[in-house]
């Protein structure tokens, strides 16, 4: 027996202009049913492909609008590339942007590439000298004083998470 829209609903709860799917999930983010044949789908797809009748190529898959995970409304339901998913879930977790994190994976990649040593950095950023000058006084390259200078290297987090994150990389 083929499963309808209509079979689909049923084992949905209706939250907003969602509905939640309240039976099995893969992976924890992804609705699955067993169908005739004892194949189990996913959800979504089979919404997507066979009761909607759209056509999924190869290298896209079917992705949600909104950001509830247990979502099969087929209003929700869109084709999407494998791009458009990460940078969705990237969004919806804020992934990288852990001012926290991203100090302690600056400092680690220091500690391990750099040639500046702290005390270094700091008189970079508190020299009066021009870029020219104190890198010739230095030793270093005109690029790494004014990369450190502009924050572009060596980020100053300073303790505080919030430091450091109106400038851009």
């Keep these: 027996m083929k499963m309808t829209l209509k079979d689909i609903h049923e084992r949905c709860i209706e939250i907003g202009d969602c509905m939640e799917w309240q039976g099995g999930m893969s992976h924890g983010n992804t609705p699955v049913a067993r169908v005739s044949g004892g194949n189990v789908v996913s959800v979504r797809r089979y919404i997507f492909t066979e009761l909607l009748g759209n056509d999924l190529p190869k290298g896209r898959f079917t992705a949600i609008t909104c ?41 680690s990649a220091r500690a391990r590439t750099s040639s500046l040593s702290p005390e270094v950095v700091q008189a970079i950023k508190e020299s009066p000298l021009s870029g020219a000058a104190l890198a010739r006084e230095l030793g270093f390259a005109k690029s790494t004083v004014n990369n450190v200078r502009a924050n572009k290297s060596w980020k100053t987090y300073a303790g505080n998470p919030w430091a450091g994150m109106g400038a851009r990389a």
């Design 67 to 107: 950001q509830n995970q247990r979502c099969v409304a087929s209003g929700h339901i869109i084709s999407a590339d494998r791009a458009y998913i990460m940078e969705a879930a990237s969004a919806a977790t804020r992934y990288g942007q852990n001012p926290v994190r991203n100090a302690k994976i600056a400092a």
